[in-house]
């Protein structure tokens, strides 16, 4: 499998000959072995052509683009070569079809439900009053007919959610409120990085599936967005995103030093985005037994194993079982 690449640094990416270099704004080279990378991630301002992108093409290599503040602006992804008409068919029958959509958004919100309450037990800070109020709005939910109706019960339980967060935390990450666009504090500014990079992750194992990323069902399909992968995100977003942020405040490895405000807008250094990568790629790579297959799976593996459930549901009309982490 291959691995992922992140550059910071202004520069450019060129290619030679079968090689690819990157070389920075003081004309530093550096070869990037195109065979072992899966996803390049471009954080600083780089330069790219058509023959490069020619060239990565053919290892179907994603280019995941972030803009100066860390959040995400887009990905260039070449021709899917995993296609099927009939998983396409089915996709889009299941979206108009919308008891079945329904079905679908459900899964997705009470999969989340059920981290984030997976999260808040594990704190003994938490009060009672904060659970109880996601598992009523989670049982409203999945009495939901419809979409307007599910996101109004994730949101109630998500703000619940996030105010739980203030019991546990140190208090120079407290929360008053979910502030996406800008993030205010650091505390959103992680949530909003870290929900970029799953993102961009579970865009990444959507396209080695025959599935079409812009085909969703909790969110609107959309011409500018790859929906399905902000509908399988939230899944993953309190399994691994809340995870790793609450773990590095606690254990100090976060610190106010690591971020910057410029216009009312907070957000991570370089330094800081370099460290919750690190804590997120540790994340994916970190296998658990899985109760099926009988064997180790790592947590990126689990997003795509997610996405052929999504596949085996929508082509063979069954019941799709989301992802609820039993470790």
């Not at 809340?242 to 405040?249: G, Q, R, V």
Request: charged residues 30%; aromatic residues 12%; proline residues 2%.
């Amino acid at each position: 499998m291959g691995r992922d690449y992140y550059i910071f640094s202004d520069g450019r990416i060129k290619r030679k000959d079968n090689t690819i270099y990157f070389i920075d704004s003081t004309e530093k080279k550096k070869a990037i072995l195109i065979e072992e990378v899966e996803r390049i991630h471009l954080f600083g301002e780089v330069d790219l052509n058509t023959k490069f992108l020619n060239h990565i093409s053919k290892y179907s290599v994603l280019i995941n683009i972030y803009n100066y503040y860390g959040f995400y602006s887009g990905t260039y992804y070449s021709r899917k070569k995993n296609v099927s008409g009939l998983v396409l068919v089915n996709q889009s029958r299941v979206y108009l079809e919308y008891p079945q959509r329904i079905e679908m958004a459900k899964a997705f919100i009470d999969s989340a439900n059920h981290h984030m309450l997976r999260n808040l037990r594990r704190h003994k800070d938490v009060t009672s009053e904060y659970i109880n109020v996601i598992e009523v709005e989670r049982k409203i939910m999945n009495e939901a007919k419809t979409i307007q109706q599910i996101m109004g019960a994730e949101g109630r339980a998500r703000k619940a959610y996030y105010q739980a967060i203030n019991t546990f935390v140190k208090e120079d990450f407290y929360m008053e409120k979910r502030e996406k666009r800008p993030p205010k504090n650091p505390i959103n500014a992680l949530i909003s990085f870290g929900n970029s990079l799953m993102y961009t992750a579970v865009l990444g194992e959507i396209y080695k599936t025959q599935l079409d990323p812009t085909i969703s069902y909790l969110h609107e399909p959309s011409t500018k967005r790859f929906s399905l992968s902000l509908d399988i995100s939230e899944i993953f977003k309190p399994l691994i995103i809340d995870s790793i942020i609450f773990s590095m405040i606690n254990k100090n490895m976060i610190k106010k030093s690591d971020f910057e405000i410029n216009n009312e807008m907070c957000f991570l250094n370089e330094e800081g985005k370099k460290k919750f990568i690190r804590e997120f790629e540790n994340k994916l790579a970190t296998t658990v037994k899985h109760r099926s297959l009988n064997r180790k799976v790592s947590y990126r593996n689990l997003i795509k194993l997610e996405c052929y459930k999504i596949i085996k549901s929508v082509v063979e009309d069954e019941e799709y079982k989301p992802l609820k982490a039993w470790w």
